[in-house]
């Protein structure tokens, strides 16, 4: 399950879920360590530890889900190595940014939120949207390919009738042949010499 490859469309909803399920990961450590009101109205620093390590411990968790994902991905597609583990040390380091952001953010205050942090997340989307759009090596979705079209069941009844047809069709070609290869009748009797009148003229 975990090591086979997956093509784009499974890449893709692989990919949604695990940010759906981090996003709603982070809200819930949120409400089981400290409370968003007691986010909001915390002071920076210590009392936000808690916080910051269940969120580190469950985006690093999340962040070994994606590599496996984009991993599987790139053995579908052939690609390059280190367009793999840049997404995957990029995504590490962003989780640790992640982390120590909760500790220094002010939100009464929109400018303390770094903004170093939306450029990582770009470069990131960026690695991500090449490994999703790498084109796969021929023959490497055989496996999805015989799951989606039955290709040993039997055939349906047009494709019968056609192929019986061709098969009645098939011999009718050397018959006629061997037809016309028949040498052309000969006259019953002794055949008349060759010549000109009369015999002896």
């Given at each position: 399950?975990?090591?086979s ?38 002071m920076?620093?210590?009392?936000r530890?808690g ?12 962040v070994?889900?994606?590599?496996n994902i ?5 053995q ?5 190595k280190?367009?793999?583990?840049s ?11 992640q982390?120590?952001?909760?500790l220094?953010?002010d939100?009464?205050n ?9 450029l990582l ?7 991500w ?37 061709a ?16 040498p052309?009748?000969q ?12 015999r002896?003229?």
């Open positions: 399950m975990f090591t490859n997956i093509g784009r469309p499974r890449f893709f909803f692989y990919s949604l879920s695990l940010f759906i399920a981090e996003a709603d990961a982070i809200v819930l450590c949120v409400a089981v360590t400290i409370g968003f009101a007691g986010l909001i109205n915390s920076l620093g210590p009392s530890q916080l910051a390590g269940a969120a580190l411990v469950v985006s690093l968790i999340f070994a889900l994606r590599g984009a991993w599987r991905r790139s579908d597609a052939n690609g390059h280190w367009i793999l583990w997404y995957i040390v990029f995504s590490g380091i962003y989780a640790f940014l982390a120590g952001t909760l220094v953010i939100f009464g929109p400018e303390s939120a770094p903004g170093g942090l939306n997340g770009l470069a990131i989307f960026g690695l949207c090449t490994i999703l759009w790498a084109k796969p090596v021929a023959g490497s979705n055989i496996n999805e390919l015989t799951a989606v079209f039955d290709f040993e069941g039997s055939l349906p009844a047009p494709a019968r009738g056609l192929k019986a047809a098969t009645s069709a098939a011999p009718a070609e050397p018959r006629a042949t061997a037809q016309t290869a028949r052309a009748p006259p019953f009797g002794r055949p008349r010499p060759a010549g000109f009148g009369k002896g003229v």
